[in-house]
Each structure stands twice: as C-alpha cells, then as structure tokens.
C-alpha cells in the first residue's frame, strides 16, 4: 500500500510543481484560490505586493487534508511585521508524509509605492525529500508581486513565482514551473466581495476561478467557489473575534473527493476596545 501513495503522490506532486506555488490558508480555499488581490497575512503565499497593504503585525497557521488523506496534508504558516518603512514577512508550508516530503521556506519585503500601488519581493528555498532509495533535491527560487488599488472597493493584483526557474532535476533539465497569477477583487457593497482570477504555469493551460464572500452578520463570513480545468467547488466560512480569525474551507472535486483546511490568524497589535 505504501508504493501505491508514493505512486500517487508522486503525480500530485508533479502536477504541484508544476504549478510553482501552492495556495495555503482556508479563506483562499473557500474562494476556489481567487486570493491574488487579498492583503492579508496569507498574501504571503500567494502575492507579497498585497501584503504591502498591513498596518499590523500578524501570524497565521494552517492545516489542509487534501483528498481527505493523511499522506497528502499540509502545514502552513506565515508572519508579516510592518515596519517604518514596508513590512517584512516569512513564512513556511510543509506538505507530504515520511515517503515523499515537500518543505518551502522563505522571507519577503513588501513596500508601499504610490499612493495605491504596492509591490513586493520574496526569496524561497525549496526542498524535496523523497524515498531513501531515490534522495533528495533543494534549490532557491524567487517571486514578486504587485497590487494596485484602483478605488476604495476595486484592487488589482498579479504575482508570479519562480521567476529564475530552479531547477528540480538534472535529468532533462527538469525545473520547477513558473506561474502567474492576475486577478481583480471588488466590494460591492460592505458586505459582499467578489473575485475573479486567471492562474497560468509555463506547462498547464490556464485556470480561472471565481469567489464570492459575504458578510452575513458582524463577525461571521461566508464564502464560495468555483475553479475550471479541472473542475473544483469551493465552500466556507470564517469567524472574527477581537484579534483572532478562525476560517474554514474545503473544496471538492468529482473523481478525488474533499480537501478540508483550517486556519487560524491572530493580529498582535491591534487596538481593541
């Protein structure tokens, strides 16, 4: 049986490679991975420009089952410090089991450009540990960030990860993909936000998803989403208390089944009354 998810897990993993990024936190996953243009403390894996945008230190962690097997879960985590000058993050996300092991660890520099523009800079190492029979693999690969802020309730964002593609194996010059990503949020009114993003890796074609978030009372959210090619629904929600935010997701697919993620952010200086 364990050949058979090292077997599995080798595809996953080449399809995650593929990709050159892998989205973490549970508000991005119930939003179909819409989440270029969310300036939270997440935007660590997913855009450094948007974190450009925090005024407060923040920590999240988090914690995806994907397929709802233990062989393909993953532990997520990221820190964003807002200085004088920027906010300086890290973060970390560790994905697999014993057999076949994923690590990406890094450290970012964000900065407020214009008066509604940001950007940001990230530098990764990347690790691949495989079965003792096969070793394992390391490299260094870099991503950037913008994010515009076009009117108080529509922003613009795109990233792009591993912009020098590190290469991933000798053996016909295999590289770990780089991927873009472009997408649009907008508030249509204080309670409901949409997403729209396209998602695009040298080898895949491209991905468009979709989110919706709506505020159903003060401090409770509601999300959902929709991904094409393959096929992925998205749902979710999310709880706010004082300083602490509690999300859920999971998202589904046809022939695979659930992936459920979890997460926890925590604002270490807010003010609160």
């Not at 230190?57 to 097997?69: D, H, I, K, P, Q």
């Not at 985590?77 to 994905?95: D, E, N, R, T």
């Not at 515009?148 to 309730?153: H, Q, V, W, Y």
């Given at each position: 049986?364990?050949?058979?998810?090292?077997?599995?897990?080798?595809?996953?993993?080449?399809?995650?490679?593929?990709?050159?990024?892998?989205?973490?936190?549970?508000?991005?996953?119930?939003?179909?991975?819409?989440?270029?243009t969310?300036?939270?403390?997440?935007?660590?894996?997913?855009?450094?420009?948007?974190?450009?945008?925090?005024?407060e230190?923040?920590?999240?962690?988090?914690?995806?089952?994907?397929?709802?097997?233990k062989?393909?879960?993953?532990?997520?985590?990221?820190?964003?410090?807002?200085?004088?000058?920027?906010?300086?993050?890290?973060?970390?996300?560790?994905?697999?089991?014993?057999?076949?092991?994923?690590?990406?660890?890094?450290?970012?520099?964000?900065?407020?450009?214009?008066?509604r523009?940001?950007?940001?800079?990230?530098?990764?190492?990347?690790?691949?540990?495989?079965?003792?029979?096969?070793?394992?693999?390391?490299?260094?690969?870099?991503?950037?960030?913008?994010q515009?802020?076009?009117?108080?309730?529509?922003?613009?964002g795109?990233?792009?990860?591993?912009?020098?593609?590190?290469?991933?194996?000798?053996?016909?010059?295999?590289?770990?993909?780089?991927?873009f990503?472009?997408?649009?949020?907008?508030?249509?009114?204080?309670?409901?936000?949409?997403?729209l993003?396209?998602?695009?890796?040298?080898?895949?074609?491209?991905?468009?998803k979709?989110?919706?978030?709506?505020?159903?009372?003060?401090?409770?959210?509601?999300?959902?989403?929709?991904?094409?090619?393959?096929?992925?629904?998205?749902?979710?929600?999310?709880?706010?208390?004082?300083?602490?935010?509690?999300?859920?997701?999971?998202?589904?697919?046809?022939?695979?089944?659930?992936?459920?993620?979890?997460?926890?952010?925590?604002?270490?200086?807010?003010?609160?009354?």
């Open positions: 049986m364990k050949y058979i998810y090292l077997l599995f897990s080798l595809i996953y993993s080449s399809a995650l490679f593929s990709q050159g990024w892998q989205p973490v936190g549970a508000r991005s996953n119930s939003l179909a991975n819409a989440s270029v969310i300036a939270d403390v997440w935007a660590f894996h997913h855009n450094p420009g948007a974190l450009g945008e925090l005024k230190a923040t920590v999240g962690v988090s914690y995806e089952n994907r397929f709802l097997m062989e393909f879960q993953t532990q997520g985590i990221a820190y964003a410090q807002p200085l004088k000058y920027g906010v300086l993050s890290v973060g970390a996300q560790f994905y697999g089991y014993k057999q076949f092991r994923t690590q990406r660890v890094g450290a970012g520099y964000s900065l407020k450009l214009a008066e523009f940001y950007a940001g800079v990230q530098l990764n190492y990347l690790g691949l540990q495989l079965n003792e029979n096969y070793g394992n693999r390391h490299g260094v690969s870099a991503e950037a960030g913008l515009a802020l076009i009117s108080e309730n529509w922003r613009l795109f990233s792009v990860t591993n912009i020098g593609r590190a290469k991933l194996n000798d053996f016909q010059n295999e590289r770990y993909t780089t991927n990503r472009l997408g649009t949020s907008y508030n249509l009114s204080n309670k409901v936000l949409f997403l993003e396209a998602s695009k890796s040298i080898m895949d074609k491209t991905r468009f979709f989110g919706v978030e709506y505020q159903a009372i003060k401090s409770f959210y509601v999300r959902a989403g929709v991904a094409g090619a393959p096929i992925e629904a998205s749902l979710g929600f999310g709880y706010k208390w004082k300083v602490i935010s509690i999300d859920f997701g999971t998202a589904y697919r046809q022939l695979l089944g659930w992936s459920p993620h979890i997460s926890l952010t925590y604002i270490a200086n807010k003010k609160t009354n």
